[in-house]
């Protein structure tokens, strides 16, 4: 189906809008009037941009308090003011206009009269070529429900009048989607699809700050699409979504995470789609630290017992191995200075190609690679902070390839694999974060949940597939300026935490101090016995619980922005103890 | 009374809060649990630490689900963990500790059962010289209003145990506090308060992120604050607020914000203060810019009418004036280069000592300054942004005896004075910023409004005197990143707007070019003559109307940070052209 966009939901001017949604490829974009009014060009030149860029311009809008007066001479007024616009609009050259229920105090509680000035308007537009579709908002005076916006239309029986159905105003009033299918589809004038997180607030409000791309948030956008289409429309896929994150970010980004909510939606929705079906990665092949001095990273590796296994055969990068974990790192990829970073991740997946394939169709383009005519082909894509992502086969031809293995055969340690990855998240792109892991990597996301920094609450939220295999959460700073979120880190899983942290002291490691008050608390929280208490005391281990299991931890001090995390976890245990990370950030902040 | 503040309003390491506490005279302070389980100092260090600062720990905060659980062995282990926390009291020296009624899904709909387990609690407090502090939540599982709260107590009748009032949990739910009065003074063990705005939303969400200092949000503090007092409660005036952006912002001002506000709020309540009555002001004597280049400014107020009437005696700052609007030009005060910024305002007021003497009761101490001999006194106090605002004398020796009179005498134009002043606020500093408009210079508040910029959303704020002679706007931008809110302006009034640009443009002034698309919404929106919107449409300026009357306006280039707007203002007419605040921030990202 066609997509398009609201310029409400873009960042910048509006040639500026168009011009991302046209990148991002868009079909059309819906104008909205406080963005045509503040740009310098008239509507005739920006005609001629939207079609130079390929874009159709399918909805204008909107018109406010329109219907529903009960003073003949202010309806004559309003019909005046519409005229104005359609003027405009045959010179914009889009010949649909959003009319959204009045919101008018003294709207008038009158179906009939509504919908006879609703009849007027129409007429009116029709004799400008141009079409009504009128929306109930969630908060309109009379009309809030998009059955009662459809008995009106229905009433006033013009053919210029239609309905514009709005995924948000739907779902946030709790009505249900299905009468949607008796509205015949050519009355659907208009369908503008908007998510938004399950908040209980004031809706207008919620509205305007807090909407977000399908599947982005609760709503069951897929549902209602279903709906819409049973009842035959055949118009665009249309984006309205007022955020004030997306204000701010670039409208470049914000354009390509838009559109790919719209291409997963029609996965979701069963839509004929080109998209490749998900192929969800199996496990971690490696994870890739960059630094400009490898010797802090080597040396954190060798005291948590990895063996360096294996060296790169034509660039400045060594494999370091201990069980299932694999840390690349790599002295030659940073074109400064740097301190130590997590650059890439490796994942596992039966099918490489499909993967790509996969990505780029959802937007997410490969990254263009030098490599040496003897490796390995092995294809990367970017996720929204940057981190690259290698799809490296779980069968045949490897990785493993390029590197020239050591004498040395990796030394069997406490650790057994990668338990998780924790990054960083740019604070504009964290809606498109979990869309980017949800809809391109096809993992499943947990709840977001919200951590106390010494300087503002951190947002994280984790992503993984059912068997624990892969896990990746993303965190994102208080604010834009905030530089406590920067810190990665490279959680290892082990089995024996308390001999692993041993080793990792006894070869020179040093763990993150945790305060005794901690203990204390946890004393009082959990029957520990004394003697476990006093030993996770002694080894700086953290400890916590849920329904399914244990879960206890211990973490290394930081070197450039990554630190390492030590976990031994019951199976049953879902968390990543995140009631311990007030503790760690606050003992972080100190060091 | 004696104030307290948690430690939890606060942000950064435990012994920051608590320095920060100090220095802003806090009497005491309640130690939220995370702050100390995340701090490296031991309980007696804390202690001790505190005694230094001459604080008291008013509070040890929160026990949580305690009571009302059906099942006696998790009962005894609720008691096994307060036992825990008493102890670790006893060893921090605070006697009184907050238990929150419980959110756990399956409390008991039993008060006797509450009762009785609260009395068991209170028995095993008392054995460590503990005193219970019981308060509902306004989200508590079955005990969720303070009435009900007490009538536990009442009926578990134990001496150790009371009851803790919130504001936000009493105000936020709509509860009638006259209630309080009924209980007995020495039953309130404890008094919390926090101010929030009027937010229609989940309370819960509300409550933890959106809590702010008396005085700052919609909550009538005073009335509350007034019932306790009739109870005849005793102890301090304790501030527990949560609030996103206080965990950002540096620990001190915020303290000093916070203890403000409890000196507002024992004036407003009638409580014996040692403040001064406010004396308001009763006009802008001048607005003062610094620029080390004076160049720009100069020639921009030259275009605009003004003359240069004087000279300081002993700086290198110019008096210019036109009717009632007094610029000063200072090239003297920037230490380093700088464009041209607005650095001070001269506030006219009829009682400069009085005015002093109440602002440094109010935490905001006079700046110290040098200035010769033969100077005119003049005090200073430092706005939340910087802005230092002299306290001018209305009648007697002036300000203006420390200027040399040039031999022009001002020319009459077409400006008669300055209608307000626009200052941009540290995206930390808003909730400050009302406080400090309104307690320290004694203006009125006008709603905030949002409003767009092509990159985020901003606030912003007006202060005022009813009689409009002193105006003040403060604006915000979206993230503490973002530099759109950095320009500040100065807005001239004048009672012909066309003569007064006309004048402006053919002295060579430029106006902030405003588009064509604006003047066909204007069109649209108001019944303006063709004649009269070809002169604004010609001559850049906007126009707005509200029920009093209409507002016509007009910007110029900025020049450093600063630019002038030329107002004709209805007398009627109460705001500040909001409507067309995003048509000029998309103008001014394009110059």
């Known amino acids: 189906m066609r997509t398009s966009i609201a310029t409400v939901s873009l960042s910048g001017g509006l040639t500026e809008k168009l011009t991302a949604a046209a990148r991002a490829g868009f079909d059309g974009v819906e104008i909205f009037e406080n963005d045509l009014v503040a740009a310098p060009q008239s509507p005739e030149e920006i005609r001629a941009r939207t079609a130079d860029l390929g874009l159709t311009i399918d909805l204008y809008q909107p018109l406010r308090d329109i219907e529903g007066v009960p003073d003949e001479r202010r309806f004559a007024r309003n019909l005046r003011r519409a005229e104005h616009k359609f003027r405009l609009m045959r010179r914009l050259g889009a010949d649909t206009v959003l009319v959204c229920s009045s919101v008018a105090p003294d709207t008038a509680v009158d179906d009939a009269l509504a919908a006879a000035q609703l009849h007027r308007l129409a007429q009116l537009a029709e004799e400008h070529g141009i079409r ?328 994280s939220r984790a992503f993984g597939t059912p068997d624990g295999a892969v896990r990746i959460a993303v965190a994102v700073g208080p604010a834009p300026t905030d530089e406590t979120g920067r810190p990665q880190h490279l959680a290892l899983a082990t089995d024996d935490l308390v001999t692993a942290v041993r080793h990792f002291r006894s070869a020179g490691g040093r763990t993150l101090p945790v305060p005794e008050n901690y203990y204390d608390d946890l004393a009082a929280r959990f029957p520990l016995g004394e003697a476990e208490l006093a030993t996770y005391k002694e080894l700086d281990i953290l400890y916590d619980e849920d329904p399914g299991g244990a879960f206890r931890h211990c973490y290394t001090e930081t070197s450039g922005r990554v630190f390492f995390e030590l976990v031994q976890r019951d199976p049953g245990y879902r968390g990543y103890g995140a009631a311990n990370a007030p503790v760690r950030l606050a003992a972080q902040r100190r060091a």
Chains 1, 2 share one sequence.
């Not at 459809?150 to 029986?157: F, M």
């Not at 971690?284 to 010797?295: G, K, M, N, Q, Y």
């Not at 902070?385 to 031809?397: K, N, V, W």
């Open 132 to 459: 009504i579709a009128y929306e109930a908002l969630a908060w309109g005076r009379h009309v809030d429900t998009y059955d009662h916006a459809w008995r009106i239309v229905e009433a006033a029986g013009h053919p210029a009048l239609g309905v514009c159905l709005d995924s948000f105003h739907i779902l946030a009033r709790g009505s249900d989607p299905k009468g949607i299918e008796e509205i015949p589809g050519e009355k659907i004038f208009f369908l503008q699809l908007a998510d938004a997180p399950q908040l209980a607030m004031d809706v207008l409000q919620w509205s305007r700050h807090y909407r977000c791309f399908p599947g982005q948030g609760a709503f069951d956008i897929p549902g209602l699409l279903g709906h819409v289409l049973r009842a035959g429309y055949t118009g665009p896929l249309s984006l309205e979504v007022f955020n004030d994150v997306f204000r701010q970010a670039d409208a470049g980004p914000t354009a390509v995470d838009a559109r790919r909510s719209l291409l997963a939606l029609q996965e979701r929705t069963g839509l004929a789609s080109a998209l490749k079906p998900p192929v969800r990665p199996t496990g971690i092949a490696f994870a890739e630290l960059v630094a400009s001095d490898p010797e802090p990273a080597t040396a954190a590796l060798r005291a948590l017992g990895f063996t360096r296994t294996a060296r790169h055969r034509t660039k400045p990068v060594d494999l370091w191995e201990q069980g299932e974990a694999r840390v690349l790192v790599n002295s030659g990829a940073a074109a400064h200075r740097t301190g130590t970073h997590l650059a890439a991740i490796g994942l596992e997946t039966p099918d490489p190609a499909a993967a790509a394939e996969r990505a780029e169709a959802l937007l997410a383009p490969l990254i263009p690679r030098r490599r040496a005519p003897e490796d390995a082909p092995l294809d990367a894509i970017a996720a929204p902070d940057g981190t690259e992502l290698f799809l490296c086969a779980a069968q045949g031809p490897s990785w493993r390839g390029d590197f020239a293995r050591d004498t040395a055969p990796p030394r069997d340690g406490a650790l057994r694999g990668i338990d998780h990855i924790a990054l960083t998240q740019p604070w504009h792109q964290f809606d498109e974060a979990s869309l980017f892991h949800c809809t391109v990597l096809g993992l499943d996301p947990e709840d977001s949940v919200d951590v106390a920094d010494p300087y503002g609450l951190l947002r």
